[in-house]
């Protein structure tokens, strides 16, 4: 498959499969091989790696089209320790991988050099829907109305500030964690069902108040006050669905900000 090499496809697989799902580095598959007699340099095997990275190409390319198709995009950044030979040190460059929605069941990660704006603003280049992200600044420039995106607040991130200060005041961090508790019991029930079945489980079998209204820029969920952007994307009051609505759950979760994906 690449040029004046003599790995044959299987082989080219099985050292990608072991390095990035087997979380085997190339010095450990370099000994591993030596053992089985087997001599191939961890030098050789990342050039096999860069060389096949280009043959994977239009895989990827497909990939993300398949993203692109989502109503929402999940993503989140994480750092990656990267030998730099100007460098010392190791320096950390990021991974953003990108998850699409239930009937685009597909993740694709990109890599940039650092946490800067440009790189998800380059990935993102002509995608419209919803973006849900925790509250990292650089995404602030994607919301805006001209944009396309919709921005959509993590639960988790939101949740655990509520459990960090829970130690500390009981009475009030109490409630929150319990309707979030509620939220995902929820969540878990409406797994797998159609979008009527889902506003079923939102609408009639919860015992949730959900009337949150305005006060003072804030809006209040069964009664706490959490803020009305981020972290967690609330509206200040539950719409008057129609039926295309109810069946839509984009066009519902523009209305209300909670998405139940």
Same mark, same amino acid.
């Given at each position: 498959?690449?040029?004046?090499?003599?790995?044959?496809?299987?082989?080219?697989?099985?050292?990608?499969?072991?390095?990035?799902?087997?979380?085997?580095?190339?010095?450990?598959?370099?000994?591993?091989?030596?053992?089985?007699?087997?001599?191939?340099?961890?030098?050789?095997?990342?050039?096999?790696?860069?060389?096949? $990275?280009?043959?994977?190409?239009?895989?990827?390319?497909?990939?993300?089209?398949?993203?692109?198709?989502?109503?929402?995009?999940?993503?989140?950044?994480?750092?990656?320790?990267?030998?730099?030979?100007?460098?010392?040190?190791?320096?950390?460059?990021?991974?953003?991988?990108?998850?699409? =929605?239930?009937?685009?069941?597909?993740?694709?990660?990109?890599?940039?050099?650092?946490?800067?704006?440009?790189?998800?603003?380059?990935?993102?280049?002509?995608?419209?829907?919803?973006?849900?992200? =925790? $509250?990292?600044?650089?995404?602030?420039?994607?919301?805006?109305?001209?944009?396309?995106?919709?921005?959509?607040?993590?639960?988790?991130?939101?949740?655990?500030?509520?459990?960090?200060?829970?130690?500390?005041?009981?009475?009030?961090?109490?409630?929150?964690?319990?309707?979030?508790?509620?939220?995902?019991?929820?969540?878990?029930?409406?797994?797998?069902?159609?979008?009527?079945?889902?506003?079923?489980?939102?609408?009639?079998?919860?015992?949730?108040?959900?009337?949150?209204?305005?006060?003072?820029?804030?809006?209040?969920?069964?009664?706490?006050?959490?803020?009305?952007?981020?972290?967690?994307?609330?509206?200040?009051?539950?719409?008057?669905?129609?039926?295309?609505?109810?069946?839509?759950? $984009?066009?519902?979760?523009?209305?209300?900000?909670?998405?139940?994906?």
């Amino acid at each position: 498959p690449i040029e004046k090499s003599t790995a044959g496809a299987s082989m080219l697989a099985h050292v990608i499969v072991s390095k990035f799902a087997d979380h085997q580095p190339l010095h450990r598959q370099e000994k591993i091989f030596e053992r089985q007699g087997v001599r191939i340099s961890r030098k050789t095997m990342g050039g096999w790696l860069a060389q096949v $990275a280009g043959l994977l190409a239009p895989l990827y390319q497909c990939s993300k089209t398949v993203l692109f198709g989502s109503k929402v995009i999940g993503t989140d950044d994480t750092g990656v320790k990267v030998l730099d030979p100007k460098l010392p040190f190791a320096r950390t460059g990021r991974i953003w991988p990108y998850l699409g =929605d239930a009937h685009h069941p597909v993740i694709v990660h990109h890599y940039t050099p650092t946490r800067g704006r440009d790189g998800p603003a380059k990935f993102l280049d002509g995608y419209k829907g919803y973006l849900q992200a =925790d $509250a990292y600044s650089v995404y602030d420039a994607f919301f805006k109305p001209a944009r396309g995106l919709t921005e959509v607040g993590c639960m988790m991130h939101m949740r655990r500030y509520f459990y960090k200060a829970l130690d500390s005041d009981q009475e009030r961090m109490g409630k929150p964690l319990h309707l979030i508790a509620k939220l995902y019991q929820i969540e878990d029930r409406a797994k797998g069902l159609r979008a009527d079945e889902t506003m079923h489980w939102w609408w009639v079998d919860t015992d949730l108040d959900w009337q949150a209204r305005r006060a003072g820029g804030m809006v209040t969920i069964g009664g706490f006050p959490v803020p009305n952007h981020r972290p967690g994307e609330w509206t200040n009051a539950k719409p008057e669905l129609g039926e295309q609505a109810g069946r839509d759950r $984009a066009a519902f979760a523009a209305k209300w900000g909670y998405l139940p994906w």
